[in-house]
């Protein structure tokens, strides 16, 4: 009998060893190595140098061409029902391309892409299931209710077994949840495994090209919040999206970490219902609450998120330390800059802050690392500190300097019509923001230079 060859891996990196070590000397993690069998059964006839495709498809040529002779391939971008992925995808997603779909257990990654499958009449998608059962994911579209769809279920984990389904059904779009339920037969170790995870995306990726079918791999993360399995992972697909938010509240982000055919900034938002998930198209009207008003530590800022201009709620709250230190907390907003606002405010316009208690909130569970939301912030704090409601008709876009001076951001003028939109009244932005008449806005655009001038104009 032929000697089992195995080696041993990383479980952080991907990075290999012929035998056992402590630290790895790639990534520096401690602990992480994994002994794997990498023998290749080849007597299978199918490595993933030879895996067959028996798609009738042109097989691409694959020649050295001019750059400049490259037909654009733009036009060839498939259009998803769902809006919200189309945007972050960066339009469409591109034929052969390769999509990992990150998330936390239970944030909505398989109804998100069952629902992407069950809503595309027009495509043959087969969704290939490791996780669960026919009549489980039968159950799933019930729920989310489908119309006259041409979705195939397969439930299979195998990758020999999938290929030969693939070559049969040859669908227009495939979605795999997930990948580290799948095995391929060629590699000894379990699924799940470093080997395993590279080898199967290997042979996806290969699948994906030759066919220029567009394929979605699920993935799951790790307690850190990173993808499980290598980071060669991230390497091997064209884009990777990561879908977020926290399982109690009813918004979820999809944001891209990358994206080889389009913007990493673009962020889709959606709220889980119990129908399945809902595009939201205009994120500004679900972050404002709206009965504000006569509440005091609330203001309005007019941020942008990705291309999107958006308006968001922050919330303060400044109240007198019950113990000895003061506690500085923050969700949604970066607590070095918080304080970094704090000191401003303390320094600059003489608030003694500093042995009060000091909370601050970003409705919706949003994460927030714009700049412009630093006037809201502070105004939000002066708000709670003095207990003065800001009036709920003003919205805020400036940077905050060291200096307690008001800074530019950019896309004024996008954050000003979203906030003239929304019915706001007044919006203050820096009195250095060029390019801006504030006569061409029918919303009230008032110039503010140094934080005092805020204080004056809302505070009266
Ligand atoms: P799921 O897609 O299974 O998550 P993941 O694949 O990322 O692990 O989503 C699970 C949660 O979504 C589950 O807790 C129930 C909820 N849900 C709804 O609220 N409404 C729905 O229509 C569906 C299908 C799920
Ligand atoms: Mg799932």
Redesign the pocket.
Known sequence: MAKIKTSFFCQSCGHQSPQWVGKCSSCGEWNTYVEEVIEKNTSLGIGSDKVPFSSNRDKRVVKPQLINEIKHIKEDRIELSDKELNRVLGGGVVPGSLILFG?????????????TALKQPNLKVLYVSG??SEQQISM?AE??GKKDVNCYVLTETSTANIFIQLGEIQPDLLII??IQTLHSPLIESSPGSVSQIRECTAELLKFAKETATPVFL?GHITKEGALAGPKILEHMVDAVLQ?EGD?NHLYRLLRTTKNRFGSTNELGIYE??????REVENPSEILITGNTENLSGISIASTIEGIRPMLIEVQALVSTAAYGTPQRSSTGFDLRRMNMLLAVLEKRCGFKLGTKDVFLNIAGGIKVDDPAIDLAVVCAVMSSNADIPIDSKISLAAEVGLSGEIRPVNRIDQRINEAQKLGFEKIIISKSSTGIKAEQYDIKVIKCGKIEDVVRSIFG
């Open positions: 998330g936390e257990p239970g944030i909505g990654k398989s109804t998100l892409l069952l629902q996780e669960e799933r729920r989310i949840d997930s699920i879908f399982r889980m219902t119990s129908s399945g998930l």
